[in-house]
């Protein structure tokens, strides 16, 4: 039987718990010197789903704009103003067409002539009154044709509105099918499928000091040509002292590389090298707290479905970005395939050899880096895996033996093979460290 093992790191799993950050003190000699304290959340810029925090106000000509580009105008509005837009298009336009064949019948005098008077030919057979007009205009619009009223050749006028209505009625259709469509097949609410961690986190990865997310995609459905970039939006004074509230400034999360070109087919966390052109470079733990700023991170694509290029968007204050943590593995191999287990999705561990000064104060040798062999939450993970499968192989071997007495020999020779395997190889686990 397998023992369980007590996890020493600290898991994230919710919004609120990572809000909150201890300020380490100074290590190896180092530290600013300064008193940090927690300052006050900023608004927002772009919102956890999504959507961008801005409000517009004294827009010159706004209405006419609008109306100006009025497809956009009925693919972005709400779906209860574009029904209500829709029922209207058919209303009014059968409503003054009717007003017209009654307006035509009533001049020419087939309201007031008897329907018996042979000598009499009217404009439109079987209308009588408004009605009867409104009906016609429905009929003829929609083309029903119930068989009781018609236009006749007495008025030329008659049948040139006839026409063009049928004209105005193949417009209206066209378009508001078009437009319906075309906000059906949005590819804004593919984006809802599209995950980005409650979290970032800032870690060593490779030797360097990272900044770090992560994107996963929630269905099966892939995002072609998917790509993703990030920006950190904070405000600034210029050398001539012009206030900038919300400056936004590129940060490379490997353009020219191509890292930022992914293939998304289970989560994966994307990595910005705090490096001397990064924002970042010269913010520490302690900093971290106490700045002001938030990081925008944007992936986009094009649905497979309909080839249309869709964004999602989130960001990260900097009360959200939790120094000296690591995501928790998402992603295991299990039988003949791989397995994504979403609920360790947002989860991270807090890895405490993680430096806690700047990475330009790292660069400029202010802080000793522990050694390469430190312990990883990943290897423990792989080890308990490893130590599960052995377990589970000896009792099969075991079960075998009692079957047959002849097989000892070869189990003997088995667990030998694998003594010798990792005596060559010593692992070294959290308990030895």
Known sequence: MSTGRVNPYSIVSSEEEGLTLTTMPGVNGFGNGKIHTRRKCRNRFVKKNGQCNVEFTNMDDKPQRYIADMFTTCVDIRWRYMLLL???AFLVSWLLFGLIF???????????????????????????????????????QTTIGYGFRCVTEECPLAVFMVVLQSIVGCIIDSFM??????????????????LFSHHAVVAMRDGKLCLMWRVGN????????????????????????EYIPLDQIDIDVGFDKGY??????????????????????????????TDDFEIVVILEGMVEATAMTTQARSSYLSSEILWGHRFEPVLFEEKNQYKVDYSHF??????????????????????????????????????MSRDEEEEEEEDEDDSRGLDDPSSDNHAEFDRLQATVALDQRSYRRESEI
């Not at 307006?103 to 309201?111: E, K, Q, R, S």
């Not at 099918?177 to 599209?194: F, V």
């Not at 052109?277 to 900093?287: A, N, V």
């Open 86 to 88: 829709f029922s209207l």
């Open 102 to 140: 009654w307006l035509i019948a009533l001049v020419h005098g087939d309201i007031e002539k008897p329907t018996k008077d042979d000598t009499f030919t009217p404009c439109l057979l079987q209308v009588n009154g408004f009605v009867a007009a409104f009906l016609f205009s429905i009929e003829t």
């Open 177 to 194: 099918i078009g437009a319906i469509m075309a906000k059906m097949a949005r590819p804004k609410k593919r984006a809802e499928t599209l």
């Open 218 to 241: 929630l269905r099966k459905s892939h995002i072609v040509e998917a790509h993703v970039r990030a920006q950190l939006i904070k405000p600034r004074i210029t050398e001539e002292g």
């Open 260 to 289: 930022d070109r992914i293939f998304l087919v289970s989560p994966l966390t994307i990595l910005h090298e705090i490096s001397e052109e990064s924002p970042l470079f010269g913010i520490s733990r302690q900093d971290l707290e």
């Open 346 to 383: 947002h989860k991270t561990y807090e890895v405490p050899s993680t430096p806690c000064c700047s990475a330009k104060d790292l660069m400029e040798n202010k802080f000793l880096l522990p050694g390469t062999n430190s312990f990883c939450y990943e290897n423990e993970l792989a080890f």
